[in-house]
């Protein structure tokens, strides 16, 4: 199974409620969303929030969200790769079995779909443990078992 995942708090400081404002009619971390679906490659689109506003707005959009992330897990010092690993732990406790796993940014408005296509493309023939992308890529692919 392959799971894209989308860390979105609440609580951005420089820009409130940055993950869902409004760009070109729809909420930013639709686009993400979007991006995710049209590939075709994900058996599950999940993100990680702490906020009841985002899981609603998302929910509309075809993503899942079966848990709110931890307060502890939502401030402003914990790194992405502590909110992914917090999602794949909840997926294989709920014998959720990823084989890889797509962290994209929900700020992603120009997100383009066929990259994340050639990425995954890219680490299943290289048998990479993980990729990173540059960053007008917005995504990280990985092997969650690493």
């Not at 590939?39 to 929910?59: C, G, H, Y």
Request: charged share 30%.
């Amino acid at each position: 199974m392959n799971i894209a995942i989308i860390p979105a708090r609440i609580g951005s400081k420089r820009v409130k409620q940055k993950n869902i404002k409004i760009f070109e009619g729809k909420p930013l971390i639709y686009y993400s969303i979007k991006a995710a679906k049209k590939t075709k490659i994900f058996d599950k689109i999940l993100v990680s929030t702490d906020s009841k506003k985002i899981r609603d707005i998302v929910l509309r959009y075809g993503a899942e969200v079966p848990f709110l992330r931890p307060k502890k897990l939502s401030d402003d010092y914990t790194g992405t790769k502590d909110v992914i690993n917090h999602s794949i732990k909840w997926c294989m406790k709920n014998k959720i079995e990823a084989k890889y796993v797509c962290c994209i940014y929900p700020t992603a408005p120009f997100i383009n779909y066929k990259n994340l296509i050639k990425s995954y493309k890219l680490i299943k023939k290289k048998k990479l443990t993980s990729l990173f992308l540059p960053q007008n890529f917005k995504a990280v692919f990985l092997d969650p078992f690493i």
